[in-house]
C-alpha cells in the first residue's frame, strides 16, 4: 500500500474465526479469483501485483500481540506470528518470531527513524511514531513487516491484524471459554491465583523499570494431556508467561499457537457475529481495501482442524560477553526460503530435524 490503512473490527474481520482466531489471525486474502489487485503491506517498497484471473497463489498474513496502551505510549509487538497459507487455499502453517529476536530495522519515512539494528519487537515501536508525540500502532504495522520480511524472504503480506490484550480476553469469554491441554506445568509472573495482580515489592511499587517485581503467592496452570477450560483472564495469563519455562519465549510462543487453534476449533460451534463484536476497538486490521466476497474465498477452502504450528529453533546472542537477544541458526534459512517459495510441506518431509511440528 502507497500508505497506511487500517480499519477498526471490520465486518469482513468474522473471516479470521476461520483461520484460527480473531484476535490474531484475519483468514481472508487480498486476492480475487476476478484478478483483484493486491497491494503488498510492505507498500512504498513493493508495487501493486495483479493476480491473474482463477489463480490462488500463497497467502501470508502477519498477525501482531502487544499491550493495551494510550496513544502517547510506544506500543511493542508482544507477539508476532505469521500466518502462511499455501496455494490452494487448503492448509494453514503458523509460526512465531520470538520478540527478542535482533534484526536490522530498516529506516522509515513515515516515523523519521533512521535504521538501527535491534530487537524485532522495536519495531513497532518506531514505525508508529507520530508528531506531537503520538504513536500510531497501524503505521507501525507497515515497519514491522519490513523487518519481518527482511528475516523471512516475505516480499509482502496480504494483511496484518493488531490486538491488545484486551480484546484477547473479550473475545475467550464471548466462546464461553477456550480448552486447551496444557502440555507444561507453567506458574504466573503476574496474577494471584483469583486472577488479582501480584503485589509489588517495595522498591518497585512506583516504577515500571524492576524487571520482575511481583512478590506474593501465584496463579499455577498444572501439566495436563487432557484440555483444561481457560477463562479469558486465564488465557491471557497463560499465553504470556515465559518465566520459569525452559525454553522461555520459545514455550510461550508455542502455547500461543496452540490457543489460536483452539479458538479456531471453538469458534466454528459459536456465534460468530458475538464473537466479531466482542472484540470491537481492541482489533486493528489493516489490508489493501479487499472487498468482503473475496475473503470469503479465501476462508471456504482453509481446513482450520488442519492447521499446523511450527516451533522454530533459536538460542541466545551473546556479544562481548553480554546477551544482547535472540537469533535463528543458519538452518532456519532454508525454511524460510520454503515460505517464500511456496514448498513448506515438501520442506517439512525433506528436512524434518530443521523446525519442530507442534503436537
Known amino acids: 500500500m502507497a500508505r497506511s490503512e487500517g480499519r477498526r473490527a471490520p465486518l ?16 481472508g486474502g487480498a486476492v480475487a479469483a476476478s484478478g483483484l489487485r493486491k497491494e503488498p503491506i510492505p507498500g512504498a517498497v513493493s508495487p501493486a501485483v495483479v493476480r491473474p484471473a482463477g489463480e ?3 497467502l501470508n498474513f502477519l498477525l501482531v500481540g502487544i499491550d493495551p496502551r494510550g496513544s502517547h505510549t510506544k506500543p511493542l509487538a508482544d507477539t508476532i506470528v505469521v500466518a502462511h497459507v499455501p496455494s490452494g487455499w487448503k492448509d494453514v502453517y503458523l509460526f512465531s ?7 536490522r530495522i530498516p529506516a522509515f519515512k513515515p516515523s523519521g527513524t533512521a535504521a538501527e539494528r535491534a530487537k524485532i519487537n522495536a519495531a513497532m515501536a518506531l514505525g508508529s511514531r507520530r508528531p506531537n508525540g503520538v504513536y500510531s500502532p497501524r503505521q507501525g504495522v507497515y515497519l514491522l513487516a519490513r523487518a519481518v520480511g527482511n528475516v523471512t524472504g516475505i516480499r509482502w503480506f496480504d494483511a496484518a491484524a493488531i490486538v491488545n490484550f484486551g480484546g484477547f480476553k473479550k473475545v475467550v469469554d464471548t466462546m464461553g471459554g477456550v480448552r486447551v491441554p496444557v502440555d507444561q506445568a ?14 509489588r515489592t517495595a522498591d518497585c511499587a512506583k516504577t515500571n523499570t524492576c524487571l520482575r517485581p511481583y512478590v506474593g503467592p501465584q496463579k499455577s496452570y498444572p501439566r495436563s494431556t487432557a484440555p483444561v477450560r481457560f477463562q479469558g483472564w486465564e488465557a491471557l ?6 518465566y520459569g519455562l525452559p525454553r522461555s519465549d520459545y514455550d510461550r510462543t508455542r502455547h500461543q499457537r496452540q490457543f489460536l487453534k483452539a479458538m479456531a476449533k471453538r469458534a466454528m460451534k459459536r456465534d460468530v457475529t458475538a464473537i466479531v463484536r466482542s472484540a ?23 481446513d482450520v482442524r488442519g492447521m ?14 553480554v546477551y544482547r537477544g535472540e537469533k535463528f541458526p543458519p538452518g532456519v534459512r532454508g525454511f524460510f526460503a520454503a515460505v517464500a517459495e511456496d ?8 528436512h524434518p530435524k530443521v523446525v519442530t511440528i507442534d503436537r
Not at 469482513?12 to 483468514?27: D, E, F, H, N, T
Not at 518470531?97 to 534484526?103: G, W, Y
Not at 470491537?280 to 482453509?302: E, P, Q, Y
Not at 514448498?343 to 525433506?350: I, T
Open 56 to 58: 490462488r497463489g500463497a
Open 12 to 27: 469482513w474481520a468474522r473471516l479470521s474465526i476461520a483461520v484460527g482466531a480473531l484476535l490474531l489471525i484475519p483468514a
Open 97 to 103: 518470531l520470538p520478540r527478542d529476536l535482533v534484526v
Open 280 to 302: 470491537g476497538d481492541s482489533l486493528t486490521v489493516v489490508d489493501g481495501g479487499v472487498r468482503l466476497a473475496d475473503w470469503l474465498t479465501v476462508a471456504r477452502n482453509l
Open 308 to 321: 499446523t504450528s511450527i516451533d522454530l529453533p533459536g538460542k541466545p546472542l551473546f556479544e562481548g560477553g
Open 343 to 350: 514448498r513448506v510441506a515438501a520442506f517439512l518431509v525433506d
Open 186 to 199: 507453567v506458574v504466573s509472573e503476574h496474577l494471584k491465583p483469583n486472577g488479582r495482580p501480584r503485589d
Open 237 to 242: 495469563d497463560y499465553v504470556r508467561q515465559r
